[in-house]
């Protein structure tokens, strides 16, 4: 050969070369089965079969995050019963990995049709312990007749039955088949379509407790007044005119929401709250009743709370979290976080439905059901 022929330092010279080129083609080579790796993500289509396992991953909800339209994930059982969530990809602003199989059943549900009266059709529907994305849509198609007038959708916790939301109901007679819509805004555990003629009203977590005296918030309000401790931005008087509340525009005009801010979680709590602050806690637990109050475009739940609490005299903490971009409510008539345990703080939720983002992130829209309530674990005694 050649090569054999050439002096020894060339030879080096070359072999050096060689190893260079090599190194430099697997290192192409890596590029290009990393590149390929990226590309993998599936992107989703309007309409998407659920896996067998269940999983949408973070990746493929990133891909519809803040896109206007809907998108479809179907599945179905062995029974021949269908489902459908339906996601607002305008409504998801942190993108989370869901898991969207089910498991649906009429089966052993006798227990629950005698807490409701009886009812003649009960499914037991349980889903995945996920982070909602957004509040999506269900859609259950069963393969037999519901001659039901009203359907409620309920979970049911210390052998007591509580209605979340009311669900759609519409018959085929002719293909024989019940088709139930109705709105997610909890996950995690077994929840239950009741359907009847005349089901008894499914006690509602929300109702007893909005009766209370407003004496209660009057008194925690002025509660509120008298303290001024561990405050990085709090609201001002009473007699400061509600932000949200724009007089130039027509009663025809305006927006309108409710707000409610409660802390009866603390109730049975009590051994674990800072004993400083067990006078800023209301009796009845409700620190602001339900209340309707009007808004300008574009305000946010975070400027609704901001607005109300000047408006009442309630005092209201909050700091801006560069990191997320938004502000996050520290402390609400001087109930602070880790004041009632390790797991204690304010949560928000909208229309039933608890975002997994910053209040100051959430648009209001009209007619929204805002809900401030002090958690002592995480959400999950809510």
């Not at 210390?158 to 018959?171: F, G, N, T």
């Not at 109300?308 to 520290?330: D, F, L, N, R």
């Not at 204690?344 to 007619?367: D, F, H, L, M, Q």
Request: with cysteine.
């Amino acid at each position: 050969m050649i090569v054999a022929n050439l002096p020894k330092n060339i030879k080096k010279y070359i072999a050096m070369l060689l190893a260079i080129l090599v190194a430099m083609m697997a290192l192409v080579g890596c590029a290009e089965t990393t590149e390929s790796s990226s590309d993998d993500t599936e992107l989703l289509e309007t309409y998407t079969q659920i896996p067998q396992d269940g999983i949408i991953t973070q990746e493929q909800i990133a891909s519809i995050a803040g896109q206007e339209g809907t998108w479809y994930f179907t599945g179905s059982i062995e029974d021949g019963i269908e489902y459908s969530w339906a996601y607002d990809g305008s409504m998801i602003q942190n993108p989370v990995e869901q898991n969207l199989k089910l498991a649906l059943t009429e089966d052993g549900t006798d227990e629950i049709k005698k807490a409701a009266e009886d009812a003649p059709y009960c499914l037991a529907v349980t889903i995945a312990d996920m982070y909602l994305a957004a509040a999506p849509t269900l859609t259950i198609v069963l393969p037999t007749v519901w001659e039901a007038q009203r359907v409620v959708y309920c979970i049911y916790e210390d052998e007591q039955l509580y209605e979340l939301s009311d669900a759609a109901i519409e018959v085929d007679e002719e293909a024989k088949t019940t088709t139930i819509t109705l709105t997610i805004n909890k996950a995690g555990g077994t929840f239950y379509v009741l359907g009847g003629g005349s089901i008894a009203e499914a006690k509602e977590n929300e109702s007893d407790r909005d009766t209370d005296a407003s004496s209660n918030q009057d008194d925690a309000s002025d509660n509120d007044k008298d303290s001024g401790t561990k405050q990085s931005s709090s609201s001002a008087s009473s007699d400061e005119t509600d932000k949200s509340q724009s007089n130039t525009a027509s009663e025809d005009e305006e927006n309108t929401c409710t707000i409610t801010i409660r802390c009866d979680t603390i109730l049975d709590n009590m051994d674990k709250l800072d004993s400083s602050k067990k006078e800023f806690v209301p009796s009845s637990g409700v620190i602001l009743k339900k209340t309707t109050v009007t808004y300008d475009e574009g305000d946010t739940v975070f400027d609704i709370l901001k607005a109300v609490c000047q408006k009442k005299g309630i005092h209201m903490s909050s700091q801006y979290t560069p990191g997320y971009g938004s502000y996050y409510v520290e402390g609400i008539n001087q109930l602070y976080e880790f004041d009632c345990g390790e797991n204690s703080g304010w949560i928000y939720s909208v229309n039933g439905w608890t975002p997994n983002y910053g209040a100051s992130e959430y648009t209001v829209e009209n007619g929204d059901v805002i809900s401030w309530e002090y958690t002592c674990n995480l959400g999950s005694d809510l």
